[in-house]
T-cell receptor, first 111, second 112 residues
Framework: DVKVTQSSRYLVKRTGEKVFLECVQDMDHENMFWYRQDPGLGLRLIYFSYDVKMKEKGDIPEGYSVSREKKERFSLILESASTNQTSMYLC??????????FGPGTRLTVL | QKEVEQDPGPLSVPEGAIVSLNCTYSNSAFQYFMWYRQYSRKGPELLMYTYSSGNKEDGRFTAQVDKSSKYISLFIRDSQPSDSATYLCAPSRREGRRALTFGSGTRLQVQP
């Protein structure tokens, strides 16, 4: 069974903190994605990775960075969290870039 | 103009009703048409997809694509309360790393 896990379901951080969101997949997929989901705005792509150590910016990369040191793990880093980064963060992985398998999401609140 | 437009709803129907969920898109390069379902407080899951124009049926669900009018539909027959979720259409170019574009989703509520 396909499995994408995210390190936390809920996270509360303070403005200016460095935040790490971890995602792990067990399907040996080449592609991994980070999205944020906000009411009325839908899913917006932050970054994606198509191979170990390879990454490309999505639609809203500002304020974020990513790391993919191993094929199964893709990390999203908020260098200095701000209140406008309060959101639901979703990780996904795929063989083809369109048939994506999503994790359960991390709801991040920045105070 | 957004590449993919989808009515956010909510759409509320009684149990047993036929539901029609729709999207329009602007990019003629889209070749595959995905539907994802997202339950509350969960990540989206791929429900079904079609290639090019035409219909595809999977149980109570039918996906329909009209490429000439750039219109995508998902029909749910005999809707159940367990179908209550947000449905996201997602057309795909299939080729290239940025293949998939999500609509903003339509929230469906099926009342028992």
């Amino acid at each position: 069974d396909v499995k994408v896990t995210q390190s936390s379901r809920y996270l509360v951080k303070r403005t200016g903190e460095k935040v790490f969101l971890e995602c792990v997949q067990d399907m040996d997929h080449e592609n991994m994605f980070w999205y944020r989901q906000d009411p009325g705005l839908g899913l917006r792509l932050i970054y994606f990775s198509y191979d170990v150590k390879m990454k490309e910016k999505g639609d809203i990369p500002e304020g974020y960075s990513v790391s993919r040191e191993k094929k199964e793990r893709f990390s999203l880093i908020l260098e200095s969290a701000s209140t406008n980064q309060t959101s639901m963060y979703l990780c996904a992985s795929s063989i083809y870039t369109d048939t994506q398998y999503f994790g359960p999401g991390t709801r991040l609140t920045v105070l | 103009q957004k590449e993919v437009e989808q009515d956010p709803g909510p759409l509320s129907v009684p149990e047993g009703a036929i539901v029609s969920l729709n999207c329009t898109y602007s990019n003629s390069a889209f070749q595959y048409f995905m539907w994802y379902r997202q339950y509350s407080r969960k990540g989206p899951e791929l429900l079904m997809y079609t290639y090019s124009s035409g219909n595809k049926e999977d149980g109570r669900f039918t996906a329909q694509v009209d490429k000439s009018s750039k219109y995508i539909s998902l029909f749910i027959r005999d809707s159940q309360p367990s179908d209550s979720a947000t449905y996201l259409c997602a057309p795909s170019r299939r080729e290239g790393r940025r293949a998939l574009t999500f609509g903003s989703g339509t929230r469906l509520q099926v009342q028992p």
